[in-house]
């Protein structure tokens, strides 16, 4: 109970806003014949906004993956050694991709790879001035046939070395966005601005999107759309069972836009049951404030099980990694470390309560050069290196290479230290 009292003030915030909801609802109805139209391309257009904020997510989460696998080359120099070079295989299939090469900064990838050169690429000169670069595939006819996602490589200092490229099919970036479980309510497709359809299977009909369609009326308002970059509806067209709605919205990467295939009935037979049954819906809305607050108590009890899922995802990524890697949170004072601790020293570092327990492990004679370089994190933002013993389980000391770096949240303020450990040979 002392959670909810913790919290009884967003309660009744989501409470109030819902009452608001409501009442606004109630007002809405008495009006809905002369809105109707109105309301249904808002919908639709909610429908878009909830489209390309999933694509825009789950290329955001890639882009996410891609840069670990970049700064895990960039911290092992010898990316071609086997055991290195598989766990960037691993990595980069984890992140839905099959291929991949390492550009070093004179513009040369990867022997294995035939050791093409990238000098004269467009992408690599962009790259490796510190930027992100997702750019088309085209074949010798200008027909697009995959994408390619590019991420610049630093080494400890914080220096550009090269490029990690990573490439894919349409027919693979299609799965990687997964765009059937994008929305519910429709077809999406992502196009360049060109027209041309990027989500699609080798085999597909649909080529351009003019095949989706289908209408001169609708392509010169779509024109007009991605001039003005706005989110719509582009019109309706009458199909065998039913009307469909083609609604269209920009997302932040590369230009893409999607386009979606909506059926009215999605739409124009919810209004219907809004307009009959408002009594039962305001039942319905009353049950749903019950079950999101118990939801919302139910998440304040469960919020330590959340840290054991992180920590399983942080074991899917670096579970391949002969190193020790540890995340380290300034603010919840918690750490998470690879199992590789336990395989060197025999036993397990706490996960809670770190600051005041971390400093037994370093051996009495480093204690103070530790101290000072985890201070020193506080001033600076560049990777700290330093020499320390650790104690194994016998209390014998083992030298290691400690690499560390903070992260600052957009006020400057370190929140996070996350580092490698390696055994010195």
């Not at 993956?65 to 990316?79: D, R, S």
């Not at 010798?140 to 990573?166: A, H, Q």
Request: hydrophobic fraction near 40%; include cysteine; charge should be negative.
């Amino acid at each position: 109970m002392k959670l909810v009292k913790d919290y009884y003030v967003t309660i009744i915030i989501i409470a109030s806003v819902i009452v608001i909801n409501i009442t606004a609802f109630a007002v809405y109805i008495s009006n809905i014949n002369k809105d109707i139209e109105k309301q249904t391309e808002d919908h639709l257009s909610e429908i878009m906004e909830e489209a390309s904020t999933c694509v825009e997510l789950k290329v955001e989460e890639t882009i996410h993956e891609l840069e670990m696998t970049a700064y895990y080359i960039g911290m092992n120099m010898a990316y071609e050694h086997e055991v290195i070079s598989r766990n960037i295989e691993k990595m980069t299939e984890k992140a839905g991709f099959r291929s991949f090469d390492i550009i070093n900064a004179e513009g040369i990838g990867l022997d294995k790879n035939g050791g093409q050169d990238y000098s004269e690429a467009k992408f690599f000169e962009k790259v490796m001035q510190g930027d992100i670069s997702i750019t088309d595939i085209s074949d010798e006819k200008g027909t697009v046939n995959g994408i390619r996602f590019s991420i610049p490589v630093k080494n400890e200092d914080k220096k550009i070395i090269g490029v990690y490229l990573t490439e894919c099919s349409l027919d693979e970036f299609s799965e990687l966005l997964d765009l059937d479980s994008v929305s519910t309510k429709g077809k999406a497709f992502i196009i360049k601005s060109d027209g041309t359809v990027l989500s699609k299977k080798s085999d597909s009909s649909i080529q351009n999107v003019s095949d989706i369609l289908n209408n001169d009326n609708h392509v010169k308002t779509l024109k007009s759309y991605m001039k003005s970059k706005k989110s719509g509806v582009v019109g309706f067209e009458n199909g065998k069972n039913s009307k469909r709605y083609i609604c269209y919205s920009q997302t932040e990467f590369n230009s893409w836009e999607i386009i979606m295939v909506v059926s009215s009935s999605i739409v124009e037979a919810n209004i219907s049951d809004l307009t009959g049954n408002f009594v039962f819906l305001g039942i319905i809305i009353v049950i749903m404030l019950i079950l999101l607050i118990g939801y919302f108590i139910y998440t304040l009890v469960v919020v330590k099980s959340k840290s054991n899922i992180n920590l399983r995802r942080y074991y899917m990524v670096s579970k391949y990694i002969e190193d020790i890697i540890f995340d380290y949170s300034c603010v919840k004072d918690t750490l998470y470390c690879n199992e590789n601790w336990n395989k060197i020293f025999g036993y397990e570092l706490p996960k809670e309560n770190v600051k005041a327990e971390i400093g037994r492990y370093v051996a009495e004679k480093d204690k103070a050069q530790y101290t000072a370089c985890i201070a020193g994190l506080e001033n600076s933002e560049d990777i700290v290196q330093f020499k320390c013993h650790v104690l194994d389980k016998n209390q014998k000391e083992i030298e290691c290479i400690c690499k560390i770096f903070g992260i600052r949240d957009n006020m400057n303020k370190l929140i996070k230290i996350v580092g490698v450990i390696s055994k010195s040979m």
